[in-house]
């Protein structure tokens, strides 16, 4: 599967922005998908990941509360609302999607990944 992500862009400390991952090639139904950012001169972290139905979704604690993660499978698309935001959520955002239905947290074994798309948040 070939992922695509948008949406990130500029904003200013407090507001929001919302990150989309669309798929093509293959399907994203039955699989996990999750985001992922690397900041300028650091090494890439997990953001938030969702099982294959949508039922489950696993945060890193420095996002709890403020961001938000979706799937459509009609549209084979994942999503990250990002409320909030800080200057700290400065980074490219890349979305990545497992062969396997579920997520496990601290599971690294994403096949598929994304281009990334760049946020910037000014304070």
């Known amino acids: 599967v070939q992922l695509q992500a948008s949406g990130g862009g500029f904003v200013q400390a407090g507001g929001s922005l919302r990150l989309s991952c669309a798929a093509s090639?293959?399907?994203?139904?039955?699989?996990?998908a999750g985001w992922f950012r690397q900041a300028p001169g650091k090494e890439r972290k997990f953001v938030a990941a969702?099982?294959?139905?949508?039922?489950?979704?696993y945060y890193a604690d420095s996002v709890k509360g403020r961001f938000t993660i979706s799937r459509s499978n009609t549209k084979n698309a994942v999503y990250l609302q990002m409320n909030s935001l800080n200057s700290e959520d400065t980074a490219v955002y890349y979305c990545?999607?497992?062969?396997?239905?579920?997520?496990?947290?601290?599971?690294?074994?994403?096949?598929?990944w994304g281009q990334g798309t760049l946020v910037t948040v000014s304070s």
């Open positions: 990545a999607a497992r062969q396997a239905s579920n997520y496990i947290p601290g599971i690294t074994d994403f096949s598929s």
């Open positions: 090639g293959r399907t994203l139904i039955g699989r996990a």
């Open positions: 969702i099982n294959y139905n949508g039922a489950s979704a």
